[in-house]
């Protein structure tokens, strides 16, 4: 073993001996070799080149990076804020100012969605009383008459509860067939300003005021801000992230529809985010199994043990084109950011250890979402890993394979759950 496993290793918190069997595995697949050696070099390279932007030596102490992480990301949120012309996060326009600037960075494309004729079949079966009665209405119909369907279905995430949400109302979709699809562009709105009041409760304990719809091709904007340093970053990532994100399901379920007979099973399982859960026995001789996990396990148990197995993750795919996307969208600014916001680019996996003030060893992510999640999240001292984690195991296999087979190994393989080299 290497000095480079145990960097690997660590920041992936898996043993040093199970890194090089995929090592091993990977480099008698692919005829490479010094692979992980070079991811460290890397690796290396781009936090110097980063530690010297920010004006700081390689010698730092841990808490040195992270504030200047967070200070940067701070200006960063401010320059696109004022660019924008956004005045207040409260200003009713702000979220679809939002919205406009982003369908800019990453035009809206088309997808495979469930028809509008089919959702409204869906409420008029099984109403919302919930939504209904925010909005004044005793008859379905005369709702559906009235009100945007995308608006309401949008509503069902925040308003309803999730077990009558889970249990009866999106039951219906057990019934559902490829003839009840059909293409049509992705629709990314701020939602009307009736939804406000209705959904305050929802953004105030949970602070998730963005949301999508896959089956619907629809992402959009609760229009309630609390006016945290780093919203409006947060707001535009998450955001391109799911334009990518909706896309790529519609992909999956629309190669689905070739299967008339598991359509359905297979369109509630990619809904639910479903992920394997049994461990796959690898005998010797046999290839190499790597997961597909759809979800951030970590964000509910950091220990899961799919996270120990060599795996790939589509949401971290989804997040490097977000963050992608934010790199290059200086060039629609009014005014230019000190470092410029290419600072962050092809940083999705890098992070080192640093030591605090008593010498211990702490893991510090240059990940944008990891430093942006973190930055909103700082009241409640939550520091965040895990996107930069999962997007160093993506890097690992695209490093073999390409980015392009990492893609394609995701959706192909996503439903199944795993996939062998």
Not at 119 to 148: C, H, R, S, T
Request: proline residues 2%; negative net charge.
């Amino acid at each position: 073993m290497n000095s480079y496993h145990e960097k690997i290793s660590k920041i992936l918190r898996i043993d040093k001996t199970k890194l090089v069997t995929v090592e091993t595995a990977l480099n008698k697949a692919t005829g490479k070799t010094d692979v992980l050696k070079n991811i460290v070099d890397e690796n290396e390279s781009l936090v110097r080149a980063r530690l010297d932007s920010l004006g700081l030596g390689r010698n730092v102490g841990a808490f040195e990076v992270y504030d200047a992480l967070i200070s940067k990301i701070e200006a960063d949120d401010m320059k696109i804020f004022d660019s924008l012309n956004l005045f207040s996060l409260r200003n009713p326009d702000t979220g679809q100012k939002i919205v406009d600037f982003v369908k800019k960075l990453h035009p809206l494309k088309k997808g495979y969605f469930l028809k509008h004729d089919k959702a409204i079949e869906f409420l008029q079966k099984e109403p919302p009383k919930k939504i209904m009665e925010a909005l004044g209405y005793a008859d379905v119909n005369e709702m559906i008459k009235n009100e945007d369907l995308l608006e309401v279905y949008s509503a069902l995430r925040f308003l309803e509860n999730p077990e009558w949400l889970n249990g009866t109302f999106f039951k219906q979709y057990e019934s559902l067939q490829p003839s009840d699809f059909e293409e049509r562009l992705v629709e990314m709105r701020s939602l009307d300003q009736k939804w406000v009041r209705a959904a305050e409760k929802f953004v105030t304990k949970k602070y998730h005021n963005v949301s999508h719809l896959k089956e619907l091709g629809v992402i959009f904007i609760i229009p309630i801000f609390l006016g945290i340093s780093g919203e409006t970053l947060r707001l535009i990532s998450l955001l391109l992230h799911y334009s990518n994100e909706v896309t790529f399901y519609s992909d999956i379920i629309k190669a689905s529809s070739e299967n008339n007979l598991k359509f359905a099973t297979d369109l509630i399982s990619l809904l639910r985010g479903d992920v394997i859960d049994h461990r796959l026995d690898t005998k010797e001789g046999e290839p190499l199994k790597f997961l597909v996990i759809q979800r951030y396990l970590a964000k509910g148990d950091e220990n899961d043990w799919r996270l120990f197995e060599p795996h790939i993750n589509p949401e971290a795919m989804h997040w490097k084109k977000a963050e992608d996307g934010i790199t290059e969208a200086e060039r629609y600014l009014s005014s230019s950011i000190q470092n410029g916001l290419c600072f962050w680019e092809d940083l999705d996996w890098v992070g080192d250890f640093f030591r605090d003030e008593v010498g211990r060893d702490l893991l510090v992510s240059f990940n944008l979402v990891d430093t942006v999640m973190t930055l909103v999240k700082e009241k409640e001292m939550i520091k965040y890993l895990y996107h930069h984690q999962e997007a160093l195991w993506n890097k690992i296999f695209s490093s073999y394979y390409g980015q392009e087979v990492l893609e394609k190994r995701s959706r192909d393989s996503l439903l199944r759950g795993y996939f062998e080299i």
